[in-house]
């Protein structure tokens, strides 16, 4: 177990200084959020009714799950290139836990992506969104996008193990990250929405970590039992499958 747990948190170390030595990729990538935030949020409030007082507030949550999703569905195409190079191969055979690989990696893609939250959040107070003052909430919100991406980052990690090409990959990424985007509760409440589309929204486990976000940072709520329970299952059964299809990779 302690070997494990090792392992994992060298995976997380190794992502921390990969993000130390690239700062630039922070930057970079904040540049969608912060538009879809400073322009979208506005511009929006002002010409659409969605029963919702402070848009600008409510977006935010689900602009931070939009971008830290995108973040954790691309991670893998890092795996697709160690592949290629036989870096994977040199991993696998070391003596470190398989499970532990996409435990760590999923975990590390988690750390990478929850870098959107603060981003997002700091540009959102800058066009006038209010959050909670509670620092400890404020914390907790940053820990729920971590856990989240986990299982984002494991899908990825899934569908690293299946694809050989880093293009197939792209494409299957733009192909679900827009659609799980719209589908949830990230723009507008569930209950504004299509009785179609808020089927698939209460399956879209980007709706409760939206809702869970709202809740801690904008309510000032720790009612996030249900939340969490779904975002757990969600990871649990992402990791498991994703560290079943890597096993096939070994064989």
């Not at 935010?60 to 190079?85: D, K, N």
Request: with cysteine; glycine share 6%.
């Amino acid at each position: 177990m302690l070997k494990f747990i090792e392992s994992v948190l060298a995976m997380v170390e190794m992502e921390l200084r990969r993000l130390r030595h690239d700062p630039l990729e922070i930057v970079t990538r904040a540049v969608q959020p912060i538009l879809w935030v400073a322009v979208f949020g506005v511009v929006m409030a002002r010409r659409v009714a969605v029963g919702i007082e402070d848009y600008k507030s409510f977006i935010a949550p689900g602009v931070v799950l939009q971008s830290a999703t995108f973040i954790a569905l691309a991670y893998g195409i890092m795996m697709v290139f160690e592949r290629e190079s036989g870096i994977l191969k040199k991993l696998l055979s070391s003596p470190i836990p398989r499970e532990s690989i996409v435990v760590g990696r999923a975990l590390a893609g988690g750390v990478r992506a929850s870098t959107q939250y603060v981003i997002v959040l700091a540009s959102a107070a800058l066009v006038g969104a209010r959050f909670t003052s509670n620092l400890l909430l404020l914390v907790a919100g940053y820990l729920a996008v971590v856990y989240a991406c986990v299982g984002f980052t494991a899908i990825s990690i899934l569908m690293a193990s299946l694809m050989k090409t880093r293009e197939r990959f792209m494409g299957i990424i733009g192909a679900i990250s827009m659609p799980l985007f719209f589908t949830s509760n990230a723009l507008y409440p569930l209950d504004i929405m299509p009785e179609a589309i808020k089927l698939i929204a209460i399956a879209n486990p980007i709706t409760y970590t939206v809702d869970l976000l709202r809740k801690l940072v904008l309510y000032g709520e720790a009612d996030v039992f249900r939340d969490l329970l779904v975002i757990t299952l969600f990871n649990v059964v992402a990791v498991l499958i994703a560290i079943k299809e890597l096993n096939k990779i070994i064989e």
